[in-house]
C-alpha cells in the first residue's frame, strides 16, 4: 500500500483513544475524497448491498456503528432505508456525518465499552472499517450481539491479518458455538480496490437467547 | 422439489446404503443430463471456482470426495486442473466418472467411514453434493481434515437444511474451536437452480496444529 495517505497510517498505528481521535480529527474533512476516489474504498456499498440482502424491510432500523463520515448510512439510504442511527467515538467524524443527513439519531460512544442502547433495540448492526489493528476489540461482537434483536442481523467487514491476530476469529468461532448467532455468508471481497485489498464481509444472524 | 423427480426422490430418502447405491445404479447415465439439464445443478461450477480462487496452482493434488459422475472433476480439469482423484461410494457412478478421463485415480470407498488415504496425502479436497440428506454425516469432516495437509484447502457444498437438520452445521463450528481449520469463506449458492434450492458453497483452509478429535 505505497500510495496509503499517512492520515490513513496514523489511524491504524495510534496506541490510545486521544490518539486515534486525533488521527480522524485531522482526516475528517478528506477522508472521503481519500478513501472513496483515491484508495478505491468500496466497503461501504458491498456491506451494505449484503445486508440488504437479508433485511426484509426498508423500515428497519439499522445502527450503523462506527459510521466515520457516513459513507454506509450514505449507501443504506440510496438503497431506500430511512431509520439508520450513526455511532462512532469521533466526534469530528460524526460532524462530517451528520452533514450527510442520512441519519436519524446520532451517537457519540466508545465501543469498547458497553454501550448505552437497550437490548434487542435493532433490527440491524452494520460495521464497515472500524473491526481493526488499533480500534475496537472483539468484546464489541457481544454488545451487538445483546442491541440487535434475534431474528435481526449484524453486517460487517474485517480485514484479514487482523481477524486472526487481533481476536475477532476466536470470538465470532465462540459466539457461534454458543448459538449466540449463526453466520450467513463470508466472503472475501474488494474492499480497497485500488490497493489490491480485500477484506472478510461477514453477516450473521442473531439467534433467540 | 418437483414430486415428479422420483429419481431425486429416492436417493433423498434412502435409509441405509443399500438403497441409496441402488437409487445410483438405476440413475448413473442419465444423471448427468437430469441434473444438468431439467434441474439446474450448477454447484459443481460454484465448487470449481472457489477451488480455484484458493489453490496455489493447478498443479495441486485434489482428493474429488463424492465424485458420482465426475461433473466437478470435468470443470476443474477444464480450468487446467491435472492431478485430480476420485472416490465415491457407487461403483455405478465411479464406472461414469471413469469413462471422462480425466481422473489420476479412483476409489471405492465410504466416506462416513475411515478412509484408507494417508494423512496430509491432498493439498486440497472438494466435495460437491455429497453433504446431504441421505448421504454421508458430519463425521466425514474429521477425514477429509486428515487427509488435506496443513494448510490445504477443503471446498464442499451443504444442501440447504440438511446444514442445520443433520448435524453438519454443529461439527463445522466444533471443528474450527478446536483450530482443526479456518473457515476462508461461506457462500449462499444456487444448488438446484430450477428447483429454487439453495446450498452453503463453504471453503476451510486446514491448520497445521489442530486437533481433529476434538
Not at chain 2, 469432516?141 to 457444498?157: K, M, P, Q, S, W
Not at chain 2, 471443528?175 to 481449520?181: N, P, S, T
Not at chain 2, 428447483?195 to 489442530?210: F, S
Amino acid at each position: 500500500m505505497n500510495d496509503t495517505p499517512e492520515k490513513w497510517v496514523a489511524t491504524y498505528e495510534a496506541t490510545t483513544p486521544e490518539q486515534l481521535v486525533d488521527a480522524y480529527r485531522c482526516w475528517a474533512d478528506e477522508y472521503d475524497k481519500d478513501t472513496c476516489q483515491g484508495m478505491g474504498y468500496v466497503g461501504p456499498g458491498v456491506a451494505a448491498n449484503l445486508l440488504d440482502r437479508y433485511l426484509e424491510s426498508p423500515k428497519s432500523r439499522v445502527l450503523d456503528a462506527g459510521c466515520g463520515t457516513g459513507l454506509v448510512g450514505q449507501a443504506m439510504s440510496e438503497l431506500g432505508y430511512s431509520r439508520i442511527e450513526a455511532m462512532d467515538f469521533s466526534h469530528d467524524m460524526l460532524k462530517v456525518a451528520e452533514a450527510k443527513d442520512v441519519y436519524g439519531d446520532i451517537h457519540q460512544a466508545d465501543m469498547n465499552r458497553k454501550l448505552s442502547f437497550d437490548d434487542n433495540s435493532y433490527d440491524a448492526t452494520i460495521c464497515v472499517g472500524a473491526l481493526t489493528y488499533a480500534h475496537v476489540g472483539p468484546e464489541v461482537f457481544d454488545e451487538f450481539v445483546r442491541i440487535t434483536r434475534p431474528g435481526g442481523f449484524i453486517c460487517f467487514t474485517v480485514r484479514d491479518g487482523a481477524y486472526q491476530e487481533y481476536g475477532y476469529r476466536k470470538r465470532m468461532v465462540s459466539l457461534e458455538a454458543g448459538n449466540a448467532f449463526q453466520l450467513k455468508e463470508m466472503v472475501d471481497t474488494d474492499y480497497l480496490r485500488k490497493e489490491d485489498v480485500t477484506a472478510k464481509y461477514c453477516i450473521y444472524e442473531v439467534m433467540e437467547s | 422439489m418437483g414430486s415428479d423427480n422420483k429419481t431425486l426422490d429416492k436417493v433423498y430418502t434412502a435409509t441405509n446404503h443399500a438403497e441409496l447405491m441402488d437409487a445410483y445404479k438405476d440413475w448413473a447415465n442419465d444423471y448427468d443430463s437430469d441434473t444438468l439439464g431439467s434441474f439446474g445443478y450448477v454447484a459443481p461450477v460454484a465448487a470449481a471456482r472457489a477451488m480455484e480462487r484458493v489453490a496455489p496452482g493447478t498443479d495441486v493434488r485434489i482428493l474429488d470426495a463424492g465424485c458420482g459422475t465426475g461433473q466437478v472433476g470435468q470443470i476443474l480439469t477444464d480450468k487446467g486442473f491435472g492431478d485430480i482423484h476420485a472416490l465415491d461410494y457407487s461403483e455405478d457412478m465411479l464406472r461414469v466418472a471413469e469413462s471422462k478421463g480425466i481422473y489420476g485415480s479412483l476409489m471405492q470407498a465410504d466416506l462416513s467411514k475411515e478412509l484408507k488415504i494417508e494423512d496430509d496425502a491432498y493439498d486440497a479436497v472438494v466435495c460437491v453434493g455429497t453433504l446431504t440428506y441421505g448421504h454421508v454425516d458430519a463425521s466425514a469432516f474429521d477425514e477429509l481434515i486428515r487427509v488435506t495437509r496443513a494448510n490445504g484447502h477443503i471446498c464442499f457444498t451443504i444442501r440447504e437444511g440438511a446444514y442445520e437438520d443433520y448435524g453438519y452445521r454443529d461439527r463445522m463450528i466444533a471443528l474450527e474451536k478446536a483450530d482443526a481449520w479456518e473457515l476462508i469463506s461461506m457462500e449462499e449458492a444456487d444448488y438446484l437452480k430450477n428447483e429454487n434450492v439453495t446450498c452453503k458453497l463453504c471453503t476451510y483452509k486446514v491448520l497445521a496444529d489442530g486437533a481433529p478429535n476434538a
